[in-house]
């Protein structure tokens, strides 16, 4: 049984910073693979960004220059530090946390999700 707890979302402005964080407990002690999704409205859930176990970091053409995954190991989290939103941004972001090197669309746990609206 795994959990992930997250939180940080929110309503910001157009340009404004927002940092989501996550963090994972239960049965599996260290995770591979931690990151985040999102889904808007009208929209298929996409990748955002994912970091392994030894701070390797992936990103969407999306978030890439504007977004910073990083992660504490000794506490299972994973942060996402969200800069220049906009209101494309617009989305809910969902936890994803893996314990193995599996790279599959929807393989892992995964949170409820956390709304984050850009918008003046």
């Known amino acids: 049984q795994v959990q992930l707890v997250e939180s940080g979302g929110g309503l910001v402005q157009p340009g404004g910073t927002l940092r989501l964080s996550c963090a994972a407990s239960?049965?599996?002690?260290?995770?591979?693979?931690m990151g985040w999704y999102r889904q808007a409205p009208g929209k298929q859930r996409e990748f955002v960004a994912h970091?392994?176990?030894?701070?390797?970091?992936t990103y969407a053409n999306s978030a890439r220059g504007r977004f910073s995954i990083s992660r504490d190991n000794a506490k299972n989290t994973v942060f996402l530090q969200m800069s220049s939103l906009k209101p494309e941004d617009t989305a809910v972001y969902y936890c994803?946390?893996?314990?193995?090197?599996?790279?599959?669309?929807?393989?892992?746990?995964w949170g409820q999700g956390t709304q984050v609206t850009v918008s003046s």
């Open positions: 239960g049965s599996i002690s260290r995770f591979y693979l």
């Open positions: 970091v392994t176990s030894f701070s390797a970091t």
């Open positions: 994803n946390a893996r314990p193995d090197i599996d790279y599959s669309a929807t393989g892992g746990f």
